[in-house]
């Protein structure tokens, strides 16, 4: 039972290179999200999809894009990668009746930009 | 601004005695909270979750208690195991999109 898978798992950038964080779900939830965790932060919103073919920004959304590929499939893009990207990001999936059961996450990317 | 609050960075307990996480929240329209437990390495668990017309809801070792008029929650884990360490996030919601706080670190002592 896989879950919520991200690829990949670790990866190093330089400032202004271009890369995409794949994520992808098999419980067949509709909603997606991508968050950011870093020290004394907390988790913060990116970007999320509620459903298969849209999305919306959260809470701190610039310098990143995504796509809602498919119901399984959601990706987060950095077109031009700063320092201030260095983070862990998480994915995570939920269905109706997420606030009893909660969001399901992936075991992170952790991106730094050197 | 930080609409979820916890403002323990870490906190300590010997085992088998009871640990208790808190948590502040600022907005009003907040209807939903829940816990969730991060281990190194691993992405984020959910614990337990609470709706804002209950003030209590227990699962296992674990409560959580909620008080609207202070806007604050707390988890209670009784009693505390060794493999309670790990960092724990509260989350709140108002739609369908969640608020995390900063996270406590808990060490539990053996």
């Known amino acids: 039972n896989a879950g919520v898978t991200q690829t990949p798992k670790f990866q190093v950038l330089k400032t202004g290179q271009s890369m995409t964080l794949q994520c992808a779900q098999d419980?067949?939830?509709?909603?997606m999200y991508w968050y950011r965790q870093d020290p004394g932060m907390g988790l913060r919103l990116i970007y999320y999809?509620?459903?298969?073919?849209?999305?919306d920004k959260g809470e701190v959304p610039n310098g990143y894009n995504v796509s809602r590929l498919n119901k399984r499939e959601f990706s987060l893009r950095l077109e031009s990668a700063a320092p201030s990207q260095t983070s862990v990001y998480f994915c995570?999936?939920?269905?109706?009746?997420?606030?009893?059961?909660?969001?399901?996450f992936g075991s992170g990317t952790r991106l730094t930009v050197v | 601004d930080q609409q979820v609050k916890q403002n323990s960075p870490s906190l300590s307990v010997q085992e088998g005695r009871i640990s208790i996480l808190n948590c502040d929240y600022t907005?009003?329209?907040?209807?939903?909270f829940l816990w969730y437990k991060k281990y190194p390495a691993e992405g984020p668990t959910f614990l337990i979750s609470?709706?804002?017309?209950?003030d209590k809801n227990e699962d296992g070792r674990f409560t959580v208690f909620l008080n609207k008029s202070a806007k604050h929650l707390s988890l209670h884990i009784v009693p505390s195991q060794p493999g309670d360490s790990a960092v724990y996030f509260c989350a709140a919601s108002d739609d369908e999109k969640l608020t995390f706080g900063t996270g406590t670190r808990l060490t539990i002592i053996p």
């Open positions: 995570a999936s939920s269905e109706a009746g997420f606030l009893i059961y909660g969001y399901t």
């Open positions: 419980m067949n939830h509709n909603s």
């Open positions: 999809s509620a459903s298969e073919g849209t999305t």
């Open positions: 609470i709706s804002s017309i209950k």
């Open positions: 907005n009003s329209m907040f209807d939903y």
